[in-house]
């Protein structure tokens, strides 16, 4: 079965690094989302994409953050200048453009990220 | 816009006896929900969904739901809990499609005690 991937599993960076979190999404996928998790606390939104664009950035998602697709199957979401606060668990997540009505959103294991 | 409120930030239970975890959700439009689980140290697994179909969701590992429009929940049961149902519980409303960003509730971290 088809499913979203990301490496690496385990990020530990030193603050004011750059990190880069890569996912492939499942491969007929057309959107694109970022969400993640500070540890103890809920599955929060960053950012989704589509056609090559963001199309929904919640406030998180500042100017420390980008996305990008590189190439035909990565998806990346880098992070410019780490903080402390960005230590947390980041998952991708990529949905289909089917034709039923509701096309879920396919989440991948998650990138834990610590930030020394 | 839409919320999630799960009612219970911890559940306590007893192996064998039934499970309760509550979930009141607010949308502007017809939702989709969810229910995810996630285990220690692991990813978030979709344990059943609703998306207007029928009202009585069933799920993996014997966990249903209901969808109720006149209370707007979407509580989450299983008739007997088993050990390894101990886990945190997400429950997630989406817009009708799942193109938007998906709106988590804060979790309801469910022990089950032998």
């Known amino acids: 079965e088809p499913e979203v991937t990301q490496t690496p599993s385990h990020q530990v960076t030193q603050m004011g690094q750059e990190v880069i979190l890569r996912c492939v999404p499942i491969?007929?996928?057309?959107?694109f989302y970022w969400y993640r998790q500070i540890l103890g606390q809920k599955v929060e939104f960053l950012v989704s994409?589509?056609?090559?664009?963001?199309?929904?950035k919640s406030e998180i998602f500042d100017d420390q953050f980008s996305v990008e697709r590189p190439d035909g199957s990565n998806f990346t979401l880098k992070i410019r200048s780490t903080k402390l606060e960005d230590s947390a668990m980041y998952f991708c997540?990529?949905?289909?453009?089917?034709?039923?009505?509701?096309?879920?959103?396919?989440f991948g294991p998650g990138t834990r990220l610590t930030v020394l | 816009a839409q919320s999630v409120t799960q009612l219970d930030s911890h559940v306590s239970v007893s192996e064998g006896t039934p499970v309760l975890l509550r979930c009141n959700y607010s949308?502007?439009?017809?939702?989709?929900l969810f229910w995810y689980v996630q285990h220690p140290n692991k990813g978030l697994q979709l344990l059943l969904k609703y998306t207007s179909a029928a009202t009585l969701v069933k799920g993996i590992n014997g966990f249903e739901a209901e969808f109720k429009k006149s209370e707007t929940s979407f509580h989450l049961t299983k008739p007997s809990a088993h050990m390894s149902d101990a886990a945190e519980y997400f429950c997630?409303?989406?817009?009708?499609?799942?193109?938007?960003?998906?709106?988590f509730g804060s979790g309801t971290r469910l022990q089950v005690q032998p």
């Open positions: 994409f589509y056609n090559n664009e963001i199309s929904e």
């Open positions: 491969s007929n996928h057309l959107y």
């Open positions: 949308s502007s439009y017809s939702p989709s």
């Open positions: 997630v409303v989406s817009d009708p499609t799942g193109r938007r960003a998906l709106t």
């Open positions: 997540a990529s949905r289909g453009s089917g034709t039923a009505m509701y096309n879920e959103q396919f």
